[in-house]
Nanobody
Framework: VQLQAFGGGLVQAGGALRLSCAASGRTFSSYTVGWFRQAPAKEREFVVSISWSGGTYYADSVKGRFTISRDNAKNTVYLQMNSLKPEDTAVYYC?????????????????WGQGTQVTVSS
């Protein structure tokens, strides 16, 4: 499966953005899709994932502010980000995996998109 992430941009603190992860491949609905982010000089960190059945898992830092959803008919996963903070500034990547249970780690994902920059100004 090939992934393409888009929708990033510059927003003021307290604002919102919606990221999209578009996938190719007829079996996309069977994949777990995750969003990760990487700030300058920091390691890539888990943000949220959604399983093939719609189960979700959020990092504590984004709970209550971010919402992940998927539209399998459109082969797309969305990340709605509300109440953005300057510390949310990072390059956001979508990734996909199949077979893993509650994948939270970078090494558990075999497919990655190219990343989209999110910048939150204070």
């Amino acid at each position: 499966v090939q992934l393409q992430a888009f929708g990033g941009g510059l927003v003021q603190a307290g604002g919102a953005l919606r990221l999209s992860c578009a996938a190719s491949g007829r079996t996309f609905s069977s994949y777990t899709v995750g969003w990760f982010r990487q700030a300058p000089a920091k390691e890539r960190e888990f943000v949220v994932s959604i399983s093939w059945s719609g189960g979700t898992y959020y990092a504590d830092s984004v709970k209550g502010r971010f919402t992940i959803s998927r539209d399998n008919a459109k082969n797309t996963v969305y990340l709605q980000m509300n109440s953005l903070k300057p510390e949310d500034t990072a390059v956001y990547y979508c990734a996909a995996t199949v077979g893993a249970t509650m994948p939270l780690n970078v090494y558990e994902y075999g497919y990655w998109g190219q990343g989209t920059q999110v910048t939150v100004s204070s």
